[in-house]
C-alpha cells in the first residue's frame, strides 16, 4: 500500500482501505435484496424507494421472501468484519438490521429474546415483526436506503465488528480476498456455478497437526460440504532463501495431510516474505492449487495487490465453473 506522508508524518489510513474492500463485497447482498423486493411486491422502484414507501405488511411479506429464500437459488454472502460469512437468516437478520438499528446483536437480539419469552411466539415471526416495524417507525428519519448511503453504515458497522475480533488480522486480509473471488463470481452469474452455494468459515481448520488459517466450505443443494478450499497463510519477517526450503516443508506437510484427509480439497498457500525464493515459489505452484506470494514483510502488508486479486479471483471462477480440479497425489511427485 502507498503511504501517505505529510510534513515527513506517516498519515495512511489503512484500515479504512481494508474495510472499505470488505464493504464493496456486500453490494451483492444489497443487489440481491433489491431484486427480492421488487419481485415480491411486482414493482420496479428502488430498495430505498419501497422502504420508504410500502406499507409494514409488504414489507414483512418481502423480509419473509428474503429469509425464506433457496440456496438451490443462489445466495450472495454478508460477512463480519474479518470477512468470516454468516448463515443466510442471520445474514438478513445483520443487513435489515444495519439499515435501521445499531448494534444488532449486543442491543436488539435481547429484546428479541424478551419478546419471544413473553409472547411464546416463533423467534422468526418476533424478527420479522420488529424489523419491519422499526422501519416504517424510523424510515423518516433515516430518508434514504440507497447503496452509497448502506455502504457508509456497513463499513461502520464492520469496524465495530473489527475491533471486538483481536488477533486476526492476517486471516481478515485473506479473507476479504477470498470473499471477494467468490463475490465477483456471484456478481457475473448470479449464482457459485457447479455449487448451491458459499460459506467462509469462522475459525482454523485442524487435520491432524496441521493448520489450515482460512477456509471456504463449497455446498450442494441439502447445505452439506462438497469440497473445501484450504489455505495456510505462511509469513516471515526474516529475508533470505533459507527459511525458503523450510517454508515448503511446512507447506508440503500440510498438503499431504490435508490430501489424505480429503482428495478432493483445494489447497490454496498465501506467502508473506521478502525476497523469498522464486525457485521455491514455481516448487509450490506445481504441488498446491494456487499460490498468492507477496514480496513484503508482515507487517508491510494489508491487502492484496490488484494483480493477486485477479489471479485469485481466476482461480476460484475456475474452480466454481469446474474447469479446475483439485490437483491429486500424482501431481505432488
Known amino acids: 500500500m502507498t503511504l501517505l506522508i505529510v510534513e515527513g508524518v506517516d498519515i495512511t489510513h489503512s484500515r479504512l482501505v481494508e474495510l472499505t474492500a470488505l464493504a ?7 443487489d ?4 427480492r423486493f421488487q419481485e415480491t411486491l411486482e414493482r420496479d422502484e428502488t430498495l430505498s424507494d419501497i422502504l420508504n414507501s410500502a406499507s409494514q405488511a409488504d414489507i414483512k411479506k418481502s423480509l419473509v421472501d428474503c429469509y425464506g429464500a433457496s440456496r438451490v ?27 435501521i438499528r445499531d448494534a444488532p446483536q449486543q442491543r436488539l437480539a435481547p429484546l428479541i429474546a424478551r419478546m419471544v419469552k413473553l409472547s411464546k411466539r416463533p423467534r422468526l415471526e418476533i424478527e420479522l415483526d420488529v424489523l419491519s416495524s422499526l422501519i416504517c417507525k424510523y424510515r423518516p428519519n433515516v430518508k434514504i436506503f440507497s447503496w452509497e448511503a448502506v455502504r457508509e453504515v456497513i463499513i461502520d458497522r464492520l469496524e465495530g465488528s ?26 457475473t452469474n448470479s449464482n ?9 468459515g469462522d475459525k482454523q481448520v485442524m487435520i491432524g497437526s496441521e493448520s489450515y488459517d482460512v477456509s471456504a466450505n463449497l455446498l450442494g443443494i441439502n447445505g452439506d460440504c462438497i469440497r473445501r478450499v484450504l489455505v495456510p497463510i505462511k509469513t516471515r519477517e526474516t529475508e533470505g532463501g533459507g527459511h525458503a526450503h523450510l517454508f515448503t516443508r511446512d507447506i508440503r506437510s500440510a498438503i499431504n495431510a490435508a490430501r489424505h484427509d480429503n482428495v478432493d480439497d483445494y489447497l490454496v498457500v498465501v506467502i508473506v ?7 521455491e515459489a514455481g516448487v509450490l505452484r506445481r504441488q498446491v492449487d ?9 507487517s508491510e502488508w ?3 495487490d490488484d494483480d493477486e486479486q485477479e489471479r485469485l479471483n481466476s482461480f476460484i471462477a475456475a474452480v466454481l465453473n469446474g474447469s479446475a480440479l483439485p490437483k491429486r497425489s500424482d501431481d505432488l511427485q
Not at 464493496?24 to 444489497?30: H, M, R
Not at 516474505?273 to 525457485?279: E, F, I, P
Not at 494456487?290 to 508482515?298: E, G, I, K
Open 162 to 187: 473489527r475491533r471486538s475480533i483481536k488477533g486476526h488480522e492476517k486471516e481478515a486480509v485473506v479473507r476479504t480476498a477470498l470473499l471477494t473471488a467468490f463475490q465477483s463470481y456471484y456478481t
Open 302 to 304: 494489508s491487502r492484496f
Open 24 to 30: 464493496d463485497q456486500a453490494e451483492a447482498f444489497y
Open 73 to 99: 437459488e443462489g445466495l450472495p454472502l454478508l460477512f463480519d468484519g474479518v470477512g468470516r460469512s454468516y448463515p443466510h437468516a442471520k445474514a438478513c437478520y445483520y443487513f435489515f438490521s444495519w439499515l
Open 192 to 200: 457459485y456455478g457447479t455449487f448451491a452455494g458459499v460459506e467462509i
Open 273 to 279: 516474505a521478502k525476497n523469498w525464493s522464486y525457485r
Open 290 to 298: 494456487h499460490v498468492a506470494l507477496f514480496d513484503l514483510s508482515p
Open 32 to 35: 440481491w435484496a433489491e431484486e
